[in-house]
């Protein structure tokens, strides 16, 4: 399964990046994404990237957040910039078991396997 790094804590504006690695199965022939839960909240699609390099982003995010992937290291990041309070949460990664359409990138249901999820917190 996905196992998550990187989490912490930052002030508003700040940035930071979280990792996720994967040494199961073929990395090159999943698609992986993020997703965010709050405290009291429903887990949210942040991001995800396709086997081609397709990508897409919450409109939460869009300018803000960058997903990439090492397939060499069977890794793929997030990188955050201008963070801000509300993205506060537990991050979680996930990879899918098997195609993807690109509506179904940032839904849940459509993910597979999971990790245990890294906090981000952003204080002001």
């Known amino acids: 399964h996905p196992v998550e790094s990187g989490g912490g804590s930052v002030q508003a504006g700040g940035t930071m990046t979280v990792a996720c690695t994967v040494d199961e199965w073929d990395f090159r022939s999943v698609c992986l994404a993020w997703f965010r839960q709050a405290p009291g909240k429903a887990r949210e699609g942040v991001a995800a990237i396709d086997t081609d390099g397709s990508v897409k982003y919450a409109d939460s995010v869009k300018g803000r957040f960058t997903i990439s992937r090492d397939n060499a290291d069977n890794t793929m990041f997030l990188q955050m910039i201008n963070l801000e309070k509300d993205d506060t949460a537990l991050y979680y990664c996930?990879?899918?078991?098997?195609?993807?359409?690109?509506?179904?990138?940032?839904?849940?249901?459509?993910?597979?396997?999971w990790g245990q999820g890294t906090q981000v917190t952003v204080s002001s």
């Open positions: 996930a990879a899918a078991g098997g195609f993807m359409v690109p509506s179904s990138y940032l839904i849940p249901s459509k993910f597979k396997y």
